[in-house]
């Protein structure tokens, strides 16, 4: 069922429809939080190659620490009102550009 990233379709609504089932079946009766992280991150990073960093970061307190995340190194912890992300105005706990969004933050 996986895709090699060079398989996979050039529209992109094709390929996120086939990136959503894929994450979908690796996380099928998984309950574990930090592997499916883990799972989608490595999913993600494998098959779309103009991303150079896919990951999570999660929230402790005030601060958002590096959870699991495939690409370049990455900070280990972000004071909430610092970082590129909050100094671009998002709300506390939303990890946005290059990363998978987080709706609902999960706190530590």
Known sequence: MFQSPATLPQEPSTRYTLLR???TALMEGVTAPLSNM???AALLYQSLPELNWAGF???KG???LLGPFQGK???VAIPFGKGVWHSR???AG???TGCACLSRPYRL
Request: aromatic share 4%.
């Open 57 to 59: 970061y999660l929230c």
């Open 38 to 40: 883990a799972n989608m």
């Open 21 to 23: 089932a894929q994450l």
């Open 94 to 96: 939303t990890v946005g």
């Open 73 to 75: 190194p990455a900070c």
């Open 62 to 64: 005030e601060t958002l």
């Open 89 to 91: 105005g998002l709300p």
